[in-house]
């Protein structure tokens, strides 16, 4: 009797999950209809290669969501990182370059890449936190900055001519399938896990999220908050623009112009709260997969085209946000 109570209440609490795990069967078997392509290894390695850089931006928006907040900046972020880099590489590592210079290089790329996602990301976080400028007018003016610089940075043309060891070092499939992006999501979100489950910023970060005046007077320093949530997500967007530029193998400054909107998608769609001081990295992971799952089924139907994904992206959206916006309604009813 005891494990069928236990069993009933584990199903019970994990209820919005099993609903996502469901639903992405659901898609998948849909999938497999719509394209006999879709159930293939091949498809799949793709999937997981493109899903890692904006799965990495939704988890860093998850953060500043979870914060009462959102983050606009992210695809700004991970093209003016990628255009930095790539000049970098093209100067200092060329093809014909040693070894040596090689490794130096790639060590280089991700200091640099930690740096500049470190930078931008408490520019942020100080524009909302000492300015009070609001979170998404904030974001949305730094994004069109970062962006602004990557067009000078790439005079508004592709750069390209990255040293191909580099392309191959970070784009290696390891043990044959397992793309390198994935692992470093993997990293990325036990990271994550690790500093809202085991240290006190999980819990001041939601408090901060639910009612910002309460933490105020309660000591918590909500600013340093939200510049390290805002710090984290740059970071995470500055690592997928990493990935970005290895597996483009070139760089530009409209590079994944969807990726905000899809990352936003899939916080909301894995029960992130849109008002602040709820976040999920499960919901979020299987969140990346069922919108990569539409993603990729989307481009497999004839006749679709990138008009159709944002017009998807945007419909999806919509009904999310108005979902959890009664589920959240219902449940402050049913206290």
Request: hydrophobic fraction near 50%.
């Amino acid at each position: 009797m005891k494990e069928k109570t236990t069993f009933k209440n584990f199903v019970k609490k994990n209820s919005y999950y099993l609903y996502l795990i469901i639903a992405l069967i659901i898609i998948f078997i849909a999938m497999a209809f719509i394209s006999d392509s879709f159930f293939t290894v091949t498809n799949f390695i793709s999937m997981m290669e493109q899903m890692s850089d904006y799965a990495l931006m939704a988890l860093g928006i998850m953060l500043c969501l979870c914060a009462g907040g959102v983050d606009l900046s992210t695809v700004g972020v991970a093209n003016m990182t990628a255009a930095i880099l790539a000049t970098y590489l093209i100067r200092f590592a060329p093809d014909d370059c040693s070894t040596g210079i090689l490794v130096i290089s790639c060590i280089v790329v991700v200091i640099l890449a930690l740096i500049i996602g470190a930078v931008c990301g408490t520019f942020n976080g100080l524009l909302i936190s000492k300015l009070g400028i609001p979170p998404m007018l904030a974001t949305m003016s730094t994004n069109y900055l970062y962006t602004g610089l990557c067009m000078v940075i790439t005079k508004g043309v592709s750069l390209s001519g990255i040293n191909e060891r580099f392309v191959e070092a970070f784009t290696v499939n390891i043990f044959g399938f397992l793309p390198i992006g994935i692992v470093v999501l993997i990293l990325a979100a036990v990271f994550i896990w690790y500093e809202l489950k085991k240290t006190s910023f999980g819990v001041k970060l939601c408090m901060v999220g639910t009612n910002p005046t309460a933490t105020y007077f309660a000591g918590i320093n909500n600013d340093w908050i939200k510049i390290k949530a805002h710090m984290i997500s740059s970071i995470l967007s500055a690592v997928a623009g990493v990935l970005m530029l290895a597996r483009l193998s070139s760089s530009r400054a409209d590079y994944g112009k969807a990726y905000s909107t899809q990352a936003i998608l899939i916080c909301i769609l894995g029960g992130t709260a849109a008002i602040g001081g709820k976040f999920s990295i499960p919901g979020t992971i299987l969140g990346v997969f069922i919108v990569q799952a539409i993603t990729t089924g989307v481009s497999m139907t004839p006749g679709a085209n990138s008009y159709m994904k944002n017009l998807v992206y945007a419909v999806l959206l919509l009904s999310v946000m108005i979902l959890d916006y009664y589920r959240t309604n219902r449940k402050v009813k049913a206290k």
